[in-house]
């Protein structure tokens, strides 16, 4: 089962031309932790005593919402999540995030952030499977 947590090159420059000088985005994020996070190859964020994939996302947020508001985004919604009503039944998510950015220069703005990428290994030590969709009031 393919799993995915890091946005690729070409998709965030996909994103980029298809969203630049359109207005705010939000962005959905669908997240699924990992029991014990992992943070091989992150000694510098490495907690003194194991911790779950959900306590690591807790670090990751706690670091990270002030540094989204910096850039005038903002966190729509945090919440539990499960089973789909509709949709495989294989497929469970542990949060549904919603973060409204006013456009995709603030977006950017935020994930190039130097302070941001300092603690984003929290993330990557949290999840075990991740989906980012971008929304957008405009149809195309």
């Known amino acids: 089962m393919e799993r ?7 998709a965030g420059k996909q994103f980029y031309l298809e969203y630049i000088g359109k207005g705010p ?3 959905l994020n669908l997240l699924k932790f990992k029991e014990k996070a992992d943070y091989t190859d992150l000694d510098h964020l ?5 911790i779950s994939g959900k306590d ?4 990751y947020m706690k670091y990270t919402k002030p540094l989204i508001e910096k850039v005038g ?7 539990a999540a499960n089973t789909f009503l509709i949709g495989p039944p294989t497929e469970t998510w542990d949060i549904v995030l919603l973060v409204e950015h006013p456009s995709v220069e603030a977006f950017m703005a935020f ?3 130097k302070e ?11 999840l075990e499977d991740s989906r980012l969709l ?6 195309k």
């Open 111 to 113: 994930a190039q952030n």
């Open 73 to 79: 985004s903002r966190v729509l919604f945090y919440g």
């Open 134 to 139: 971008p929304i957008s009031q405009k149809t």
């Open 46 to 50: 490495k907690p003194a005593e194991e």
């Open 4 to 10: 995915f947590v890091e946005v690729s090159q070409e």
């Open 25 to 27: 985005v939000v962005m």
């Open 56 to 59: 690591a996302y807790n670090l």
């Open 116 to 126: 941001y990428k300092k603690t984003l290994g929290h993330r990557t030590a949290a």
